[in-house]
């Protein structure tokens, strides 16, 4: 298991920047939209900030899902547990892919 940070802020002036480390900047962009279609939420407000461990392989999409539950978590201030643990990855249509955990 590995941890994810994610942080998002309210941006008054300009549009959202995204700054990520050891994750894929489009893939970043896929997920905020496909957030902003789902939710209806108005990311390009806010600036967004990912961390993902180096020893993730950049090449799999299963940690998509933990971004996405991570930006909604910061949108709607609700932190998750340190017992949560999310793992999966989505469509460009938004469909879940939910991988089984041994």
Same mark, same amino acid.
């Given at each position: #298991? ?6 998002? &802020? ?10 990520? /480390?050891?994750?894929? #900047?489009?893939? =970043?962009?896929?997920? +905020?939209? /496909?957030?902003? &279609? ?19 392989? /950049? *090449? ?7 971004? +996405?539950?991570?930006? =909604? *978590?910061? @949108? @709607? ?7 949560? =643990?999310?793992?999966?990855? #989505? *469509?460009?249509?938004?469909? =879940?892919?939910? &991988?089984?955990? @041994?």
């Amino acid at each position: #298991m590995v941890e994810i940070n994610i942080l998002i &802020n309210k941006q008054f002036e300009n549009t959202g920047r995204r700054v990520v /480390q050891n994750f894929n #900047m489009n893939r =970043l962009h896929i997920i +905020c939209a /496909q957030i902003e &279609n789902i939710f209806q939420i108005d990311l390009k407000k806010f600036d967004i900030f990912v961390e993902v461990p180096e020893i993730i392989d /950049q *090449s799999q999409r299963h940690i998509d899902l933990a971004v +996405c539950i991570g930006i =909604l *978590s910061n @949108y @709607y201030k609700k932190p998750q547990k340190n017992t949560d =643990l999310f793992f999966g990855n #989505m *469509s460009l249509s938004g469909d =879940l892919y939910i &991988n089984q955990i @041994y």
